[in-house]
Nanobody, 124 residues
Framework: QVQLVESGGGLVQAGGSLRLSCAPS????????MGWFRQAPGKEREFVAS????????LYADSVKGRFTISRDIAKNTVYLQMNSLKLEDTAVYYC?????????????????WGQGTQVTVSS
């Protein structure tokens, strides 16, 4: 398993933006897809977005479509989640994950490696 390290979380006002980053510690990312999930207090972890490392195909949850953008920088070996027009309900711990599949997926069980999570708090 690869060790994933997230960064970029923080406190932002509603309507604002944040960019999360995810990079592996040690080995570079493989050919498998990457994803972002989130877990709000008292709720189950939910899918946010995923991207294929090769080709850059993307998949989004309906709740973030049009506001969030997942991308990857192959040269920097980093995956990003650009979050715009943030809402109060986007408050959660955000997790980066590496999939066991090469295609985009929203299924949590398809992801085998997880980061420690980074807190995103949206205030009114």
């Amino acid at each position: 398993q690869v060790q994933l390290v997230e960064s970029g979380g923080g406190l932002v006002q509603a309507g604002g933006s944040l960019r999360l980053s995810c990079a592996p510690s040690g080995s570079p990312f493989s050919r498998f897809a990457m994803g972002w999930f989130r877990q709000a207090p008292g709720k189950e972890r939910e899918f946010v977005a995923s991207i294929t490392w090769i080709g850059g195909s993307t998949l989004y949850a309906d709740s973030v479509k049009g506001r969030f953008t997942i991308s990857r920088d192959i040269a920097k070996n980093t995956v990003y989640l650009q979050m715009n027009s943030l809402k109060l309900e986007d408050t959660a711990v955000y997790y980066c994950a590496a999939s066991r599949r090469t295609q985009v997926t929203r299924t949590e069980g398809d992801f085998g490696s997880w980061g420690q999570g980074t807190q995103v708090t949206v205030s009114s």
